[in-house]
């Protein structure tokens, strides 16, 4: 597909080519009324037709990139919020229970994993040592697929980059609840490691084969990874402990996209500034969606150089959980024009730090909207208007 303005725009400005002006990133409201009104659509519009209509909506704010492609999310949440009463091991259930085995301990985390999760991840290592070009071409197809059936929904003026196309190691609370993964993380750290170690093993066999996806494919050289290791205080664990046992493995798991060119982002949740001089120095070119009242240093951040000592590629955001839903539109242009003189000279994204819950005053996302076009057509320019 022949991309235009927009979309080429945002293209310049991964490759951190000067531009003109400064292209959005993708807004995500959660409130399906506010979908609707950005979409120009009667209200319900979006609950009966949650494609078109989220898809018309990013056309209509002016998105330029899009690389985590949620159009039927908000269908999980109701006017209030989430008003499921079903629960997760990270949300309050009451019994967690992993291949007919009960978490209810640090040992129990530790059994799981050697009896069940380690063998499994062995196995798949096999399977691709096995048959490495016969797995590799299925991954190929699917990413390549993948990426331009959305594409063509999008249309040309809407550039789509991949997202959770590029494994790497993790940490399993989402598996085994907060309390007993994080026990057993202190308690067992040679477990950990050997976990982190087997994810990195089968990741890098992956990532060969996305990194040959992006170059068979001619994919935009971006990609966004996205796994929350901090929380208002900092990082979740001793960031000692990360460097001694996650870094390392996390570093080559990516290597494979580095080599062939693919920048890669992180995204931002919590306080991660002791993690950000970290994420550079193994080759990450950047960051979005940045907490600032819980000590992210958006401004020190974007001085900040790769490890090749090139400039950041920033997708800063209006944040989504002071400025947004408890300012005022003044508030919002002033968040605005910050994020701009601050950031970096090119490749700078703007949009809202992250998902937009509901209850944000439509005044307020009708501002971010007006900004992200004032923007878009005036660049820095437009900071002195």
Not at 47 to 70: A, F, H, R, S, W
Not at 188 to 195: D, I, K, L, S
């Amino acid at each position: 597909m022949e991309l235009n303005k927009n979309a080429l725009l945002a293209l310049d400005t991964i490759r951190q080519k000067p531009t003109k002006g400064i292209p959005s990133w993708l807004i995500h409201p959660m409130e399906h009324r506010i979908i609707d009104r950005l979409a120009g659509v009667p209200e319900g519009t979006y609950k009966n037709k949650p494609v078109e209509t989220y898809i018309g909506m990013q056309k209509k704010v002016g998105t330029c990139m899009l690389d985590q492609y949620l159009a039927v999310n908000p269908l999980t949440m109701e006017a209030h919020g989430y008003e499921s009463d079903g629960t997760t091991a990270t949300t309050g259930l009451k019994q967690i229970v992993c291949d007919g085995m009960i978490i209810d301990a640090p040992e129990a985390v530790v059994a799981h994993l050697e009896q069940k999760v380690f063998p499994q991840l062995c196995a798949g290592i096999d399977q691709w040592i096995e048959k490495p070009e016969a797995k590799a071409k299925e991954t190929i197809r699917q990413i390549c697929h993948d990426e331009e059936t959305i594409q063509l929904l999008l249309g040309p003026n809407i550039l789509k980059t991949p997202f959770a196309v590029a494994p790497f190691p993790c940490f399993a609370y989402n598996t085994y609840g907060y309390e007993n993964y994080f026990m057993a993380y202190a308690l067992y750290p040679e477990v950990m490691e050997r976990h982190f170690s087997l994810q990195a093993d089968l990741a890098v066999h992956k990532n060969r084969a996305s990194a040959r996806a992006y170059l068979e494919g001619e994919l935009p050289p971006l990609l966004r990874l996205d796994h929350d290791m901090a929380d208002s205080r900092g990082t979740l664990v001793d960031i000692k402990s990360l460097d001694k046992i996650w870094f390392p493995h996390f570093a080559r798991a990516i290597e494979p996209l580095l080599k062939a060119g693919v920048k890669l982002i992180w995204h931002c949740d919590g306080n991660l500034s002791q993690m950000v001089p970290r994420l550079l120095e193994a080759g990450l070119s950047g960051f979005q969606g940045f907490q600032y009242e819980d000590g992210m240093d958006y401004e020190k951040i974007c001085r900040m150089k790769t490890r090749e000592g090139n400039s950041l590629i920033i997708i800063a955001g209006v944040s989504v959980t002071r400025t947004l839903p408890l300012g005022k539109p003044d508030d919002i242009r002033r968040e605005m024009k910050w994020l701009v003189e601050q950031g970096p000279n090119t490749g700078l994204f703007l949009g809202a730090s992250s998902s937009i819950a509901p209850g944000v005053p439509w005044e307020n996302i009708k501002t971010l909207v007006d900004g992200l076009k004032y923007y878009l057509a005036h660049g820095r320019d437009g900071i002195n208007k």
